[in-house]
């Protein structure tokens, strides 16, 4: 889609209305706040999936009673550097922030910060969570599982989550790299839009419903298939780490038992969990001379020879560093979709969308 | 090859002969121990591209003083859980075992250990050391950097290791699971397989020289060619993870300084850099409980329906376990080549390889 024919909103703009709209939806302010900016922010990096254009859902899940609309994160168990918490269901943005600061000062007194938590929700870009270690030149790591998208390796049940994982190291004049990915080959978003299409996909994005690779975008997903993992049984094992290290370690909700965000889930718990890890790089080289070291290090990957037709060697996180610079510049492009679903929350609200009444 | 024709050797006489070797190489009789174990291990559990075949080029890099022979393994700074060490050029085996109970130390004290080791050598199998934290019951989880074998996404120079990751964790009645991957979707030495056999590899293996992607296995790697990560630049962004995590973290040697075990390094640094980091589930639901869950856990994946034409689920690390309680009973089998070495090295030394003289 050509982004130039889009409409286009000032980040802080943006932000204000979700923030607005949480709190219409019974969110406390504070909380709108958190939320809201990350909402935005996904937006704002580009990462237009897992932004906004979820704000509908969000909030019909709040009225709904699905989600709890004040957060209620209570410690479980605390020991030095390690925090275990249960979420009550509450928003996993909220929930991710919180927990995220919690790791931050276990690291600023042990050097090192892990908190899990059970009973949490959707919490959108995972790599918004590490990225807040940043500020304290801090590095940053989360994991979590999500809802079902792929089958045991040899398997053919929709019943192991992509679960992502994140980390954000923080450099001195390069941009902070931060990786942010899933477990899955592509994901469900690029097979159902093939399917759209009428296009193929190659094999190796997914399996079909006997668990047998499939070129049919339909039977890869939405027929009941499941995505293909990276590197095969390397990414199938990945995935399970990912599970035992939140679902399993905290004894919360494995993937197969949590429903997607648009599924009805009358529980009130959708189950997410989470994992976060903060490490000082004063136990190590010291912060400066780590983000010194950082540089030289990006430096000497990017300048490194291209491959034949490549135009430019990035860094895990530079494409989305890259869009963030633009987009407070020139202001965010919303799909004309994204606006008109806005427009109508606004109205449901009371509250008025880039001018709208 | 069929294991039918190969000579068998029981894991304790395979382990002896390794440390009498180690032995009089120079290596103290503990730190003899200590690698001749993991290194037998590695055969016993399946693993022989890093096993005894590696014994020989391990012993002539002592015997050329390219590695330390005694273990000196220092700290540079302590935090609560977290460790900073110095290796000086030691066997990655001593290192990796030293490391490791440090970390688990740690853990017994503050719920989490971290201990990151620069100017370390190849260690072998990673998957060994994450283990050494089940008797305990704890989590363990280990990273490297190696040797180079890819390029950055979008590039040509082969700058960038497949840098392991490994994790274990406890089971109660199952097997504990044991993740132990690299980065790239096959090793280079399934490369130099294929380009032995006369055979073609697919395309999503290697590039050649230029960055292409080929399905030549000599351009994919001894051409001059680089290993393709596993998903794309997924697996390229874990390498760089792992990069940082070891090498950038502790002012270490990357990945690109780091020569191979078969090459000429006068240095007396191979330089390889490790991360291991401990986590005791009793911060969490309890040793017990989490070891019941995971068990659990992973009867839900095993008892999952098959893929159509798949046999069985397997979780990482069954095959390996399979392998040696097999092995223990009926012998390690060792291939005609590396007998024959190990006689040879046996007779250099003075010592008896399988009764030979």
Redesign the interface.
């Given at each position: 889609m050509e982004k130039m024919d889009m409409e286009r909103i000032a980040f802080e703009e943006l932000k204000n209305f979700c923030k607005q709209a949480y709190q219409r939806a019974g969110v406390p302010q504070e909380e709108a706040e958190i939320v809201a900016d990350l909402l935005a922010r996904s937006d704002l990096r580009g990462v237009e999936t897992h932004g906004v254009t979820r704000l509908p859902i969000y909030i019909e899940r709040l009225q709904k009673g699905y989600v709890r609309a004040k957060c209620q994160l209570t410690v479980i168990?605390e020991?030095?550097?390690?925090t275990?918490m249960e979420a009550h269901g509450s928003m996993g943005h909220v929930v991710g922030h919180r927990a995220m600061e919690i790791a931050i000062q276990r690291a600023e007194v042990?050097?090192?910060g892990?908190v899990?938590v059970k009973d949490s929700g959707h919490f959108g870009v995972a790599g918004l969570f590490p990225m807040m270690a940043l500020k304290r030149d801090f590095?940053g790591y989360v994991v979590s599982n999500s809802a079902p998208m792929m089958?045991?390796?040899?398997?053919?049940?929709r019943?192991?989550g992509n679960n992502p994982l994140s980390?954000a190291?923080p450099a001195d004049q390069y941009p902070p790299?931060v990786?942010d990915?899933s477990c899955s080959?592509v994901s469900s978003g690029k097979l159902i839009l093939c399917r759209k299409k009428g296009e193929k996909i190659p094999l190796?994005w997914a399996?079909d419903k006997?668990?047998?690779p499939t070129q049919d975008p339909f039977e890869g997903y939405e027929g009941g298939g499941s995505l293909a993992p990276?590197?095969g049984?390397?990414?199938?094992?990945?995935a399970?780490?990912h599970?035992?290290?939140t679902a399993?370690?905290?004894?919360g909700k494995?993937t197969?038992d949590i429903k997607s965000l648009y599924e009805e889930d009358r529980t009130g718990i959708q189950g997410t969990c989470h994992s976060f890890m903060v490490?000082?790089?004063?136990?190590?080289?010291g912060r400066e001379?780590?983000k010194k070291?950082?540089d030289r290090?990006i430096q000497?990957?990017?300048e490194?020879?291209?491959?034949?037709?490549?135009?430019?060697?990035?860094?895990?996180g530079e494409p989305e560093y890259r869009t963030e610079l633009k987009f407070l510049k020139e202001g965010i492009p919303l799909a004309p979709n994204t606006v008109k679903e806005l427009i109508s929350l606004g109205k449901s609200l009371g509250i008025s969308f880039m001018g709208s009444k």
């Open positions: 168990k020991r030095g550097p390690v275990f042990y050097g090192i892990w899990s590095i089958a045991p390796w040899g398997g053919r049940d019943i192991i980390y190291f790299v990786v990915l080959v190796g399996f006997n668990g047998l990276i590197g049984h390397k990414g199938y094992a990945l399970l780490v599970e035992i290290l399993v370690l905290t004894g494995w197969r490490l000082d790089p004063d136990g190590f080289l001379e780590f070291r950082m290090y000497s990957i990017k490194s020879r291209k491959a034949q037709d490549s135009k430019e060697i990035l860094m895990p």
